[in-house]
């Protein structure tokens, strides 16, 4: 191991320090009769759920539940509002705005830049190669002592690959701030997770999320795995009731239903295969990149002529075509058979003249 890596050093000094909000609940753990701290509502709720209640702040049983699924003790878990919000929370945790940096591998999921942007950190760009790979190497190369945090997405979006592992293993070797691996699309490859190597590298952090395989995108509910030093830092700068209550129910039942969630999963990976099939051997397509995710990187020789057309048809895909390393490309996520079906008879049907000029 050839870095120094020490959290203390990487976490902005203020933050160290910060005492966070302790609301009444966080103060008294004892059996409560009434609860008259919290400026709640003792009727009920308008809707007549149990809704007037403040939640659980850190979600102590979906963690117990989590725990054995993943693999890893609840005090290496934190839950935000989507990963989107350990993602913000990772970067206001470590970086100074104006001062420090991150490192992204473009083409990749854009959240990174947004979150860095909105903070006034600077980004540092360094190109995924041509086959979609971490040159690691130029990635060493680009840190500085200014850089906080290095961000891979693995299954990458939007190119759908796997990183090799050997890279992200010399990169979180050598580099003495926090490696992220966002692992949004795990459920969709064969790779194992790098969760089973938090223990072994105190800088990893690995985010997953529930809006993917376990099709809960609209309760917005993302997991970040670390170190307990860590996740203690993200609970203690978070909203403090960041994952609301019916959220919370959902997640619960939901975390019930794993066979389901795998039975989708398979669907998802027979269709993927049927819809790459069909799609080659329409003439408009040019490439399908491999992918371990549920979505395709297709390149067509019109990239914008077809996208323009799918929207006159309300099929709506994800337009990448001036992405650098994806240009001429457009992102369609896998959709049910019958959507998949209805998409390759529109795609049948185009005509280069019904581009928009
Ligand atoms: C790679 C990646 N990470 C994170 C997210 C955000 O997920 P969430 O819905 O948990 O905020 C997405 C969403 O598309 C994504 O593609």
Redesign the pocket.
Known sequence: MNNSFDLTKILRPHILTLAPYSSARDEYTGHVGIFLDANENPYGSVTGENYNRYPDPYQAEIKQKLSPIKQVSPDRIFL??????P?DLLTRATCTPGHDHVIILPP??G?YEVSASIHDVKIDKVSLTNDYQIDTEAVLNAVTPQTKIIWI?S????TGNVMQYDAIQTILENFSGLVVV????IDFTDEPSWIQHLDKYPNLVV??????AWGL?GI????CFASPELIRILNKIKPPYNISLPAQQALLEGLNGIEKKDKMVADILEQRDVLAEKLQSLPIVVKIHPTD?NFLLVQFEDAKGVMDYLIRETIIVRDRSRVHLCEGCLRITIGTKEENEVLIESLKKFQPQNVIV
């Open positions: 935000g509002n989507g990963s989107d919000e993602i990749t999921y959240m997405c299954p990458n979006n939007p966002d692992e949004a699309y985010l997953q999320t529930f809006s993917k995108a917005r509910v993302g997991m995710a």
